[in-house]
């Protein structure tokens, strides 16, 4: 009997079978010698929608949802979201450790370089209804560059995969920001190569007659704040996606596209945006009691609330809440604020809530700073899925050189019926 591993006996067959702990986890596959026969294919796990289930090894985030504990490559969320920059920690998720200036230097160079849209790209655009909604349009303008890019599906050639990353993390910005004048009738605004990540960010979003766009410090740094707290998050449902379509060997432009539609989802990235409606549909602080109540007999969830995997309040919530303020200073308090600040204190203290362990998470707060600054709610999990494509291209990354990853293709326990006949039309219905 191994100590570091199972023994299983089956007691169909009386038979004992040794399965050794690999990291905590045993490998599924070692469970597929557990047989009845040789006829048998053998025991399978059964897990939907992965609870339990560990998909990859990973050395980019690490997370503890009960001490509510977010490290990137082993760096505190909290030191990061101090004392560094977005692209600081976007080159840390991609390359593991934190630039020296010279590194920075030339990385900020190149993803500089690669801001500019193909001019098709625009007439692309244009395509879109006045009212297509952002993320459905920064979806499709994602997936769009790979008809400019074809070398892309290259994948196994670092230089190739650097090229697209740079290209993916400059352009990201320059898509949202055009989906965002396109909604209102504004002609584009090109990127300005003078301006940090965000600065240049904000002149795209809000750049109307004037020569050169001045962004407001405390604005430009509240964003670069937010976009390195949502930079990447282990493995969430849109980095699943995109491991699993990049596993195909599909090109880095339509795997990020389709990370981006599973964030897109209102239970994931698209929370932020469902929060203001559901602060807008309470109305006020009054309001709030019943609100919850309504929540607590399932008339809804509460967005902005529960993690599959915090089971503590959500650090990234905690920081946002203290950027807010910041924000406030320069905008004026957003209304809002007060009723989400009644919602958290009568949630954390009422039993439902406190029972199944659901905290503001890392939506909560974020959408009030959006719509603080200017943004309208729809763009809200446009400003998620910026940053977070270096957390999916550093995901996908991962998956491409490591040696154990394959096509994802899971197995099922099929319910379906036995084998059958095809009935002559003429006889179906009977
Ligand atoms: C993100 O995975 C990541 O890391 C994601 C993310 C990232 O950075 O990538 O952190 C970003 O997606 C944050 C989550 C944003 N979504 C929301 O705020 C939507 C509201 N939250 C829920 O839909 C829910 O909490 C999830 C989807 C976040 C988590 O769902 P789980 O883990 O599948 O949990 P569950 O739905 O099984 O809920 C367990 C219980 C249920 O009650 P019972 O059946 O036990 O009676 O808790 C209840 C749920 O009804 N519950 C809620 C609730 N969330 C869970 N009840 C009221 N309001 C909620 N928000």
Redesign the pocket.
């Known amino acids: 009997m191994d100590k570091d591993g199972l023994s299983i006996l089956d007691n169909r067959t009386n038979t004992t079978y040794e399965v050794p702990f690999h990291k905590g986890t045993i490998r599924a596959m070692d469970l597929r010698k557990i047989k009845t026969g040789p006829d048998d294919f053998g025991l399978m796990t059964y897990d939907p929608a992965f609870m339990n289930t560990a998909s990859c090894h990973s050395a980019i985030t690490y997370i503890d949802g009960d001490k509510g504990i977010l490290r990137y490559r082993g760096y505190p969320i909290e030191q990061l979201a101090e004392k560094c920059t977005f692209l600081e920690v976007a080159y840390l998720l991609l390359q593991g450790e934190l630039p020296t200036a010279s590194q920075l230097k030339d990385w900020i160079n190149n993803i500089t370089y690669h801001t500019m849209l193909h001019e098709s790209t625009k007439h692309f655009l244009e395509g879109f209804r006045y009212d297509a909604h952002p993320m459905a349009m920064f979806i499709s303008t994602v997936a769009a560059l790979a008809t400019i890019y074809p070398e892309s599906r290259h994948v196994h050639d670092p230089e190739m995969r650097r090229l697209q990353i740079y290209r993916l993390i400059g352009k990201v910005p320059t898509i949202a920001a055009y989906t965002y004048r396109h909604g209102l009738g504004y002609p584009y605004v090109y990127p300005d190569n003078d301006l940090s990540y965000t600065e240049n960010f904000l002149n795209m979003l809000w750049r109307m007659a004037e020569v050169k766009y001045k962004a407001n410090p405390v604005l430009a740094r509240a964003l670069d704040i937010l976009f390195i707290l949502h930079a990447d998050?282990e493995q969430?449902?849109?980095a699943n996606v995109m491991r699993s379509v990049g596993s195909s060997q599909a090109d880095p432009f339509v795997s990020t596209a389709a990370a981006a539609a599973a964030l897109s989802g209102?239970?994931?990235?698209g929370?932020n945006e469902e929060v203001l409606r559901m602060l807008d549909e309470i109305g006020s602080k009054d309001h709030v009691p019943a609100y919850i109540e309504g929540?607590k007999a399932g008339k809804g969830?509460?967005?902005?609330?529960?993690?599959?995997?915090y089971k503590n309040y959500d650090p990234r919530a905690r920081i946002i809440k203290q950027a807010a303020e910041q924000v406030f200073e320069v905008t004026g308090k957003n209304a809002k604020l007060d009723i989400a600040l009644e919602l958290e204190r009568i949630a954390l203290e009422d039993e439902y809530f406190v029972k199944?362990k659901?905290y503001p998470?890392?939506?909560f707060y974020s959408g009030i700073i959006y719509q603080a600054m200017g943004f309208r709610p729809e763009m809200f999990t446009v400003l998620f899925a910026i940053p977070r494509t270096a957390g999916w291209l550093a995901q996908w990354e991962e998956m491409v050189i490591d040696p154990e990853q394959k096509i994802a293709r899971p197995r099922q326990i099929y319910t379906g019926y036995e084998e059958r006949t095809v009935v002559p039309m003429d006889k179906r219905g009977a």
Request: glycine share 12%; with cysteine; hydrophobic share 40%.
């Open positions: 998050h969430n449902c849109s209102p239970l994931h990235g929370a929540v969830k509460l967005m902005g609330f529960g993690h599959r995997v199944r659901l998470n890392v939506d």
